[in-house]
């Protein structure tokens, strides 16, 4: 173990962000996952298994981080809940304006799912 190693603080963020944020749903996760105290069902899994707290820690971000979209995946069903909501509310009002959206914020979400799976083509 060395003493270079890094620090961080959990903090809680519940953002503002503006409405036309591209990032809006992502920060939205965040917010919400921001409620939630990660450390108590990491610090009972280290007394049972005798895995220090830290090491669980770093094992969860490093295999989050390195699941690249996948990880994001794993948040839950409310990303996938959104892509549906999207598709169906431009069915039900029907027009290409509408799709065009829905294809806008499907675009968006995926650019997330995506995040660190290859260089962006711009």
Not at 40 to 56: E, V
């Amino acid at each position: 173990m060395s003493d270079n190693e890094p620090l961080v603080r959990l903090e809680r963020w519940f953002g503002p962000w503006p409405d036309n944020d591209p990032d809006a749903n992502f920060k939205s996760d965040v917010a919400l996952y921001s409620r939630l105290d990660p450390l108590s069902t990491l610090q009972t899994l280290s007394r049972n298994t005798g895995i220090p707290l830290g090491a669980l820690c770093r094992y969860v971000l490093a295999r989050w981080a390195a699941g690249g979209s996948e990880g994001l995946l794993e948040l839950g069903p409310s990303t996938v809940g959104r892509m549906w909501q999207a598709c169906e509310a431009a069915e039900a009002e029907g027009s290409d304006t509408a799709r065009l959206r829905a294809y806008e914020q499907l675009r968006q979400m995926l650019s997330w799912l995506r995040a660190g799976m290859e260089p962006e083509q711009r």
